[in-house]
């Protein structure tokens, strides 16, 4: 059982920058793939970025590619999202999803390969 904290959501003007925080609970935080995922409102969850259990793989949705880094630092369990020039369609609630990996370099994007999730963190980018 993986349980997950996210932290650091808030509200921001466009183009400015927030970080993300999702605290895992337990030993086995490194053997398991890590996602962030959003949600707006009246809108399905959709798939933000993903990293590796060793981090040293990587994806992003086209949307945010260029202006967020997702990282990890299993001696913390704990994985970041670094969000930067944000604009206003990034306003929604950020997810953070774990799912146990055999793969040191899986990765996964979709919503149904995650297995545990944390409760969510609000970001509103204003105009």
């Known amino acids: 059982q993986v349980q997950l904290v996210e932290s650091g959501g808030g509200l921001v003007q466009t183009g400015g920058s927030l970080s993300l925080s999702c605290a895992a609970s337990g030993r086995t935080f490194s053997s398991h793939t890590m996602g962030w995922f959003r949600q707006a409102p009246g809108k399905e969850r959709e798939f933000v970025a993903t990293i590796s259990r060793n981090g040293g793989n990587t994806d992003y949705a086209d949307s945010v590619a260029g202006r967020f880094t997702i990282s990890r630092d299993n001696t913390k369990n704990t994985v970041y999202l670094q969000m930067k020039a944000l604009k206003p369609e990034d306003t929604a609630v950020y997810y953070c999803?774990?799912?146990?990996?055999?793969?040191?370099?899986?990765?996964?994007?979709?919503?149904?390969?995650?297995?545990?999730w944390g409760q969510g963190t609000q970001v509103t980018v204003s105009s």
């Open positions: 999803a774990a799912v146990f990996s055999n793969g040191l370099l899986r990765i996964v994007t979709t919503t149904n390969g995650y297995n545990y």
